[in-house]
């Protein structure tokens, strides 16, 4: 039989604060913007230019974590039947955190017993580990820190069965996921559905990905015969597959440097990719048609890779990731058209076969696979789909976010046609604090004062906003609206008329203040910020902030000051690097090492940002590609540009 149980478990992982209150303004940094089209078809160039976004608006980062783990309990689900027991985290974007095979024995996915967090994610915290679902943009989710909605199933069969799933902010969007586990049934199935509600298209991107333990042997196979591998040279560049004897890219464990492989699936089969150890044993993921694309990614063993991979998994561990996404690469968005859903199925299971064949020549590998992948395709379609979506949804077991809620409301009160599915997952029962303002919005045309705890963008809220009561609150707001629509000058007229209506609003100065500085006006930028800084000294991500425009504007004493002297914080190290950083412009190199001599550690520390190593070689005064920076410096991946 199938058993669903709702539970907490312990995990170790680092404390957290509250999201960063401060409205970003542009995105984190990611990897693959700027992408060089050249030589690509029409389809994926189109793709790759369209749906990209300024910024993570009208989310907020989740930036305030240390380094040290503690334990902390953690809501999760579990499914089980006598062959596989799945869990999944209801406090941390629905990841399938873990996949046990009760038959071999054996877990199938990589996970740890502490979470540790690293800024991977659109809002800046990520971990490794599971199978997290991407909805949104390009990158890791912004809901992969947040917890979800979950209910309970009901099969026809009388299996039980979990279904997760939010309101995606950035896009609009519902997406749902309904997990099921037969009786007998030997494989996992994800039914996918994501819904435009929306009078107009709207890009979407959907990417799952799967985190697997790295040790030698293991081999990745899937139905491609060339890929694309993009690195950080920003290009994506076609490579046979699975490539010469001397560097098979199937082997991921004895990958050279950090790479994606985007494989191009062969015509005629279903998408699918798996990774088998050396005894001829792993996971397999197949899906119906529509996820069509399946990729590789790898740290691998530059000095950078494996320092990262320590960084995010706290021990010498290593893993690696088979992904499956909408699109034949991560870089790209297509668009879903209004009130279209788009609906998939995904299957996870043990897999078995011959090792003379899967690590023997390719055609012999992926042919070898394919008893196993018909079977699991079978798995695909029994049981129930996603048809009769409000007959089988029964108990809510666990509680997301209010922001569905809002959108039925709000569609209400413009006297807006309903949406079906919003009204039915999201009930008004599950509005809150971060809500309030907003009803107070739709109710009486006014927001409260004060630093505010949410904000909201696109057009409906922006015509909400523009006809609110005039205010300090309500200019602030209108001038975040206007300028996640691209309306610079207009955002900074709104934050002036906040600073005119209310002039010690730190908030509306920090604002003008990020503006000035992605305007290119720098002396501006640092006054500002002091000036917000004045007003409200203990928020660390503000003198964060605040430090970058000093050093920015060559006001590089003053920056050093406000670094020696923040408060204790989780951005300590943060605070220390860019008190070395504007000592070494200053001229002062000795202070810099010394700092770098007691160790220096930087709990948010980007993706891709090699400013650790920079700032070692440029204390050293050392060329680089000429001297051996520290391992606990180097995260250099090649092509990383990096900066304070």
Known sequence: MTVLDIRSIVLSAPRRGSVNPLPPFRLLGDLHDEIDCTGLDAEMARNIRYGTVRSVLPYLLQDDYSREPVPQETSVATLENDYLLATVLLDFGGRLWSLQDKVGGRELLYNNDRIQFGNLGLRNAWFPGGVEWNLGTTGHTALTCSPVHAAFLGFLDGAPGLRIYEWERMRDL??????????????????IKVTNPNAHAVPVYWWSNIALASSPGIRVVVPSQTAFEFTYAQRLHRVPVPGSAAADLTYPHAARRTADYFFELDPGRLPWIAAVDPAGVGLLQVSTRR???????????????RRWQEFLT???????????????????????????????????GPVSVPVEAVHGEWVDAVECMEPAVAEAAVESVLGERSGADDA??????????????LESLRREVAREQPSPVIDRLFPRSSLGEDQEPWIALLETGTLPPGTPRSYVVGTPWSGLLE???????????????????????????????????????????RNLAAASGLMGEPGRSAEQYLRALDLMPDVPQLRVEAIQALIAADRLAEAIALAQTAPASSFAGRFRFLQAWAAVLHGDVRLAESILDRGLEIADLREGEVSLSDLWLTVHRAPPGQADVPFIYDFRLHGATAGP
Not at 291 to 305: A, D, E, Q, V, Y
Not at 321 to 348: F, M, N
Not at 478 to 504: F, H, I, K, M, Y
Request: some cysteine; glycine content about 12%; overall charge positive.
């Open 467 to 509: 006809r609110a009561v005039d205010s300090a609150a309500s200019m602030l707001h209108r001038g975040v609206v206007r300028w996640s629509a691209g309306r610079r000058a207009a955002a900074v007229e709104a934050w002036e008329a906040a600073c005119a209506l209310e002039p010690d609003s730190w908030l509306a100065l």
């Open 174 to 191: 519902v997406y749902q996921l309904d997990f099921r586990l037969g009786p007998r049934s030997r494989h996992l199935v994800v039914d």
């Open 392 to 405: 089988r949804q029964g108990e809510r077991l666990h509680s997301g976010s209010g922001w569905g809620a």
């Open 291 to 305: 996820l069509r694309g399946r990729k590789l990614f790898t740290w691998g063993n530059s000095p950078g890779g």
């Open 314 to 348: 706290g021990s010498t561990q290593s893993y690696f990731e088979i992904q499956a996404g909408l699109t034949r690469t991560q870089l790209e968005h297509v668009p879903l058209g209004p009130g279209d859903s788009w609906s998939w199925s995904e299957v996870y």
